[in-house]
C-alpha cells in the first residue's frame, strides 16, 4: 500500500498578520489529522488517520528521520522508491521536498542546515551510507520539469530567456519507450554527483530556470510539476568473484498545485497552462481511482505526468505520497479535498520488486550498446547526406508508425461516425427545408386569404356605410349588422393572431436553418482538414514505403546474384571432394587390410604367451596347494594340542565352580540361620517394649487416679479446716498446719513407695533385656566368626583356584605364541613363492604388453597415415 505523510506547515506571515483562525490539528502520536470549523451554522468536524503526521512545530529533520530514511534505505537495497509532494500553492510542497534553497547552504562540516528538504538529506544519507560500506558506486541525478504537457531538462547548462520561451523555441524533450516497458525522456541531461555538496548546486541551478507564473493567490506559486531522480549503481561481488552491480532509484516529484483553477485565478492567457496542468493532476486522479476501484483500463497514457511515473503509480516501485496543508480558514476546502484525495489514494497497493541485480560484463555491454547508437546517431548528424537509421531507431519509429496507424485506423471510425451524424443532420436539415417550404406555402395561402378578407373588409365597410343611412330606422337591421362587423372584426383579430405566430415560427426557423447550416460548414471545414492531413500524411507514407520496396528489390536482386556465383563454386568443390573421398576409400581400406593381418599375427603371438600364463600359474597352483596340504597337517596337531588344553582348563574351571557353588549354599544357609535368630530376637524385643508401653500406661493411670483423689481429700479436708479455723481462728492455725503437714508427708510417702515398686519392676525388665541383648550379641559374633572363617578358606581356595588358571593361561599362551611364529614362518614362505609368481606372470604380461604395444603403434602409423591423407583432401 501507499505511505502516506501528513505535513501541516506553520501560520504564514500574512495569515498572522490577518489573524486567520487555526482549523487543522495534529495528534503525532495517534497519527491523526482533525478539521473543524463552523460555517454557516455548519459544523465540520472530521478525522483522518494517516501513517506519519508532522505538526507546524515539526523540523525537516523530524520529517526526514521519521520518514524518509527507510525509503532511502530501500533504494540503497535496490528498490525503485517515489516519493510525491501533493498539496495546495503554497502550502509547502517545495520547502519539503528542496527546503529553503537561498538559506540552505552546507556548514562548514557538510552538515546540512535545518532548513535543507528531502532531496539534499537524500543525497547526503546515500553518499554517507556508501562512503561507510567502502562501496564502490555511481550516483547520477536527472532534474526535469513538466509544464504545459511538454517536458524541459532543468540541468542543462544554457540559461534559456523568457523570450524564447514565450515563443516556444525551448528545447522540449520527447517521451519514448524504451523497449522494456517503461518510458524514457529522450536527450535529458544525467549528471554525476560525486558528493553530497554539489547538489545545492544543481539545485539552484534548477529551480533557476524552474517556471513560475503570477498568479493571484500566490505570486510564488509554481504551476508545473518537476521531477528529481537520483540513480545509484553499486557494485558487489559474489562468493563466487563474479562481480554484480545492483541498482536502485529514487523519484522526488514534486507536483503543481492541487487547487481549483479558477480559485488561483489563471484565465485568458493561462487557460491552456491551466487547462494542461489540469490534465496532468486529472489524469494522476482518474488513474489513482482506477486503481483504487480495480477498473479494468488504467489512463496512463492519458499524460505525459502518468506516463513517466507509470511504474510508481500500481507498479512494482515503492511509493510514498506527503501531502501538505495550510492550517488557516481561508484555505479548509483545499484542505479537506487534499485530505479526501490523500485518504482515497492511500488504498492503492502497488507490487514492489528489487531490481534484479546485472553482472558487470552485461552492464558494460548494454553501454557498449549504448554507445554505438549514439555514434551512429552522431555520425548521421555529421553526414547529413541521406538518411541514416540504427536498427533500434528504425524500429522503435516502426512500432510508433504502427501506433499511428492505430490512431488513423481510430480517426477513420470516428470519421465514419461523424459522416454518418453528418448524414443524420442532412436529413434533418432537408426535413426542416421541406417544413420551411410547406410552412411558407401556407404563410402565402394565409396571405391570400388575408388580403382578401381584408377586400372583404373594406368593401363589407363601403357597403355598411352606404346602408348605414338607408337603414338607420330599423333597428334589428343595424343590430345584425352590427353582429355582423362584429364577426368580421373577430375573424380579423384570429387571421391576425395567427399570422403573427407563423411569422414568429418562420423567424425561429430561419434562425435554427442558420445554425445547422455554420454546424455544417464548420463539420465539413474540420473533416476537409483532417481528410487534406491525413491524405497528406498517407502520401507521405506511401511515398516511403515505395521508396523502401525499391530499395529492398535492389537488395534482393544483388542478394541473387550472389546467391548464383556461391552455388556454382559450391557445386564445382561438391565434385572434387567426391573424386577425394573415393581415393581415399580405396587407401583406406588397404590400409585396413593391413591392420588386419597385423592384428591376425598378434592375436596368434598373444594366445601362445596365454597358454604359457596359464601352464605356469597351474604349475604353481599345484606347489602351493602341496605346500598348504603340508602346513595343514602341522597346523592341526598344533590345533590338537590347543583343544586337549583347553578341555583339561574347562574340567578344571567346572570343578572350581562346583566347589564355589556348595561353599556359597553353606554360607547361604548360615546366613539364613542367622536372620531367622535375628527374627526371633527382634520380635521378643517388640514384646517386651509393648509389655513396657501397657505398664507404663497404667502406672500411669493409677498415679493420675491417686493424684485426683489426693487433690479431692484435699479439697474435703481444707473445707472442714477452714470451717474449723473459723470457728477457732487464732488457737487452731498451728495445729492446722501441723496436721496439713503430717497429711502431706504421709500421702507423699505413699507415692514414693509406689514410684520405688514401678522403678524396681522397670529395673528388672531392663536387666532382662540386657541379658537378652547380651545373648544376641554373643550369637551374633559367633556368626560373624564362622562367616570370616568359612570367608577365609574360600579366598584361600580361590587363590589356589586362580595360580591354578593361571599356570593354565601360561601354557595355552606359550602354545599360541609358538602357532603364530609357526604361522608367520608359513605365510613367509606362502609370500615369497606368492612374489616369485607375480614377477614370473609380470614379466609374461609385459612380453604380452610388449606385443600389443607393438600392434597398437602399428594400427596408429596405419590410422595416421589414413587421416593425413583424409585431412589433405
Ligand atoms: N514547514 C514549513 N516551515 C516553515 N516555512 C514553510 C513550511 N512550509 C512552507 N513554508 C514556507 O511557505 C512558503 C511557500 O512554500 P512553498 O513554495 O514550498 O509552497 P509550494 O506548495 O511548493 O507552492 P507551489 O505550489 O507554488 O510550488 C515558503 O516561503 C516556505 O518557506
Redesign the pocket.
Known amino acids: 500500500m501507499f505511505r502516506f505523510f501528513f ?1 501541516v ?2 501560520f ?1 506571515e500574512e495569515e498572522l498578520r490577518s489573524n486567520a483562525p487555526q482549523v487543522v490539528t495534529c495528534n503525532d502520536y495517534q497519527r491523526e489529522v482533525a478539521v473543524s470549523q463552523n460555517i454557516a451554522g455548519k459544523h465540520i468536524d472530521r478525522v483522518f488517520t494517516f501513517d506519519k503526521v508532522f505538526g507546524p512545530s515539526a523540523q525537516q529533520r523530524d520529517l526526514y528521520e521519521q520518514a524518509i530514511i527507510p525509503i532511502v534505505n530501500e533504494v540503497l537495497e535496490g528498490f525503485n522508491c517515489t516519493i510525491f509532494a501533493y ?1 495546495q ?8 521536498m528542496e527546503g ?1 534553497c537561498k538559506r540552505s547552504k552546507s556548514g562548514p562540516f557538510g552538515e546540512l542546515p535545518p532548513e535543507a528538504g528531502v532531496i539534499p538529506r537524500a543525497i547526503k544519507q546515500i553518499f554517507d551510507t556508501l562512503e561507510s560500506q567502502n562501496a564502490e558506486y555511481s550516483v547520477k541525478v536527472t532534474f526535469l520539469e513538466l509544464y504545459n504537457e511538454e517536458i524541459t531538462d532543468l540541468l542543462t547548462p544554457e540559461e534559456i530567456p523568457r523570450v524564447a520561451l514565450e515563443d516556444k523555441q525551448k528545447k522540449q524533450l520527447p517521451l519514448m519507450e524504451d523497449g522494456k516497458g517503461g518510458v524514457l525522456v529522450r536527450g535529458l541531461e544525467e549528471e554525476i554527483v560525486t558528493s553530497a555538496s554539489e547538489i545545492f548546486n544543481l539545485l539552484e541551478r534548477g529551480s533557476a530556470k524552474r517556471r513560475t507564473a503570477e498568479t493571484l493567490l ?1 505570486k ?3 504551476r508545473s510539476h518537476s521531477l528529481f531522480s537520483i540513480t545509484i549503481h553499486i557494485k558487489e561481488a559474489t562468493p563466487e568473484g563474479e562481480e554484480l552491480i545492483k541498482c536502485g532509484k529514487l523519484n522526488l516529484v ?1 507536483l ?2 492541487s487547487e481549483n483553477i479558477s480559485r488561483s485565478g489563471a484565465r485568458e492567457g493561462r487557460a491552456r497552462e491551466a487547462g494542461e496542468i489540469n490534465k496532468s493532476l486529472l489524469t494522476l486522479g482518474r488513474v489513482i481511482s482506477a486503481l483504487v476501484e480495480h477498473l479494468g483500463h488504467v489512463p496512463y497514457r492519458d499524460s505525459k505526468l502518468t506516463r513517466l511515473l507509470r511504474d510508481s503509480l500500481g507498479g512494482r516501485t515503492k511509493t510514498c505520497i506527503i501531502a ?1 496543508v495550510s492550517p488557516a480558514v481561508h484555505c479548509l476546502e483545499e484542505t479537506l479535498s487534499t485530505l479526501d484525495y490523500a485518504h482515497r489514494a492511500k488504498n492503492i497497493r502497488n507490487k514492489p520488486e528489487v531490481n534484479q541485480k546485472m553482472m558487470k560484463s552485461t552492464l558494460i555491454k548494454d553501454l557498449y550498446g549504448e554507445i554505438d547508437r549514439l555514434k551512429a546517431e552522431v555520425y548521421a548528424t555529421r553526414e547529413k547526406n541521406g538518411v541514416y537509421i540504427p536498427k533500434e531507431r528504425y524500429y522503435q519509429e516502426e512500432s510508433e508508425r504502427k501506433a499511428m496507424t492505430d490512431q488513423i485506423e481510430q480517426m477513420g471510425v470516428m470519421i465514419e461516425t461523424h459522416q454518418k451524424q453528418l448524414d443524420e443532420l442532412q436529413d434533418k436539415y432537408d426535413a426542416q427545408v421541406q417544413q420551411c417550404s410547406d410552412l411558407s406555402s401556407k404563410l402565402d395561402a394565409t396571405d391570400k386569404n388575408l388580403n382578401q378578407t381584408s377586400k372583404l373588409l373594406t368593401r363589407t365597410e363601403e357597403e355598411l356605410r352606404r346602408c348605414q343611412y338607408a337603414l338607420k330606422e330599423q333597428d334589428f337591421v343595424i343590430s345584425e349588422q352590427k353582429k355582423a362587423e362584429n364577426a368580421l372584426a373577430h375573424q380579423a383579430c384570429v387571421l391576425r393572431s395567427d399570422l403573427e405566430k407563423s411569422f414568429k415560427d418562420n423567424v425561429s426557423l430561419f434562425m435554427k436553418i442558420a445554425r445547422e447550416d455554420k454546424l455544417n460548414a464548420d463539420n465539413r471545414s474540420v473533416v476537409n482538414n483532417f481528410q487534406a492531413e491525413l491524405a497528406q500524411q498517407l502520401d507521405s507514407l506511401c511515398n516511403i514505403v515505395s521508396s523502401s520496396v525499391s530499395r529492398q528489390n535492389e537488395h534482393l536482386q544483388c542478394i541473387e546474384k550472389y546467391c548464383h556465383s556461391f552455388l556454382e563454386t559450391h557445386d564445382k568443390a561438391i565434385i572434387d571432394f567426391k573424386k577425394k573421398i573415393t581415393a581415399s576409400r580405396a587407401l583406406y581400406i588397404s590400409h585396413i587390410e593391413a591392420v588386419q593381418n597385423v592384428v591376425r599375427l598378434h592375436k596368434a603371438s598373444s594366445n601362445a604367451a596365454l597358454e604359457e600364463i596359464s601352464a605356469s600359474s597351474s604349475s604353481n597352483a599345484h606347489s602351493i596347494g602341496e605346500f598348504l596340504a603340508a602346513e595343514a597337517v602341522e597346523g592341526n596337531s598344533i590345533f590338537d594340542d590347543l583343544q586337549g588344553t583347553l578341555s583339561t582348563h574347562q574340567g578344571e574351571v567346572a570343578g572350581f565352580a562346583r566347589e564355589l557353588r556348595e561353599r556359597f549354599n553353606v554360607s547361604i544357609e548360615h546366613t539364613m540361620n542367622m536372620s531367622e535368630f535375628t527374627h526371633g530376637f527382634l520380635q521378643k524385643l517388640m514384646e517386651e517394649s509393648r509389655r513396657l508401653e501397657n505398664h507404663a500406661s497404667q502406672v500411669d493411670e493409677i498415679q493420675m487416679k491417686s493424684i485426683a483423689e489426693f487433690q479431692r481429700a484435699f479439697q474435703e479436708q481444707s473445707k472442714s479446716d477452714v470451717e474449723k479455723l473459723v470457728a477457732d481462728m487464732t488457737n487452731l492455725v498451728s495445729n492446722h498446719i501441723r496436721r496439713q503437714e503430717e497429711l502431706v508427708g504421709a500421702r507423699l510417702i505413699g507415692l514414693r513407695e509406689t514410684v520405688i515398686g514401678n522403678k524396681s519392676f522397670l529395673d528388672s525388665h531392663v536387666s532382662s533385656m540386657e541379658g537378652i541383648t547380651t545373648d544376641a550379641k554373643r550369637k551374633w559374633q559367633e556368626f560373624s566368626m564362622q562367616a570370616e572363617n568359612a570367608a577365609k578358606d574360600s579366598a584361600d581356595f580361590s587363590a589356589a583356584k586362580h595360580c591354578r588358571m593361571e599356570l593354565l593361561h601360561q601354557q595355552c599362551v606359550s602354545t599360541a605364541e609358538s602357532a603364530i611364529k609357526h604361522w608367520k614362518r608359513t605365510s613367509e614362505s606362502v609370500n615369497e613363492m606368492g612374489s616369485h609368481h607375480v614377477s614370473t606372470i609380470v614379466s609374461l604380461i609385459r612380453n604380452v604388453s610388449d606385443n600389443n604395444e607393438q600392434h597398437d603403434t602399428e594400427i596408429g602409423l596405419a590410422r595416421a597415415a589414413v587421416e593425413g591423407r583424409r585431412g589433405k583432401e
Open positions: 505535513v506547515r506553520p504564514s498539496g500553492t503554497g502550502t509547502g510542497k517545495t520547502y519539503t529553503d500566490n510564488q506559486s509554481s514534486d503543481a498545485g501538505t
